[in-house]
């Protein structure tokens, strides 16, 4: 499967961004999906991820309650709102795709989100 995603940007703290993730392939639905992102001088973490029906999501504390990840297996699509944003949001905000039982194996390329204060 391949990946691409995008809806980065720009944005003031308090603001809004939706990201999306477009995958290539008949096989979308059987995926489970993730983003992850990568603020400069750290390492990629983990931000939230969907399993393969929609039915199951999963975020990291940071996130919690401020972003919300969804997906449309007829679009091929998986998507990223984010709200409430902050500056320590700001990161290279990647999504990915793995099979059932594997580890996540399937990367797009990054969209940029910068939160300014």
């Known amino acids: 499967v391949q990946l691409q995603a995008s809806g980065g940007g720009l944005v003031q703290a308090g603001g809004s961004l939706r990201l999306s993730c477009a995958a290539s392939?008949?096989?979308?639905?059987?995926?489970?999906m993730g983003w992850f992102r990568q603020a400069p001088g750290k390492e990629r973490e983990f931000v939230a991820s969907?399993?393969?029906?929609?039915?199951?999501?999963d975020y990291a504390d940071s996130v919690k309650g401020r972003f919300t990840i969804s997906r449309d297996n007829a679009k091929n699509t998986v998507y990223l709102q984010m709200n409430s944003l902050k500056p320590e949001d700001t990161a290279v905000y990647h999504c990915?795709?793995?099979?059932?039982?594997?580890?996540?194996?399937?990367w797009g390329q990054g969209t940029l989100v910068t939160v300014s204060s």
């Open positions: 990915a795709a793995r099979e059932s039982g594997e580890e996540f194996k399937y």
């Open positions: 392939g008949r096989t979308f639905s059987t995926y489970h």
């Open positions: 969907i399993n393969s029906y929609g039915g199951i999501t």
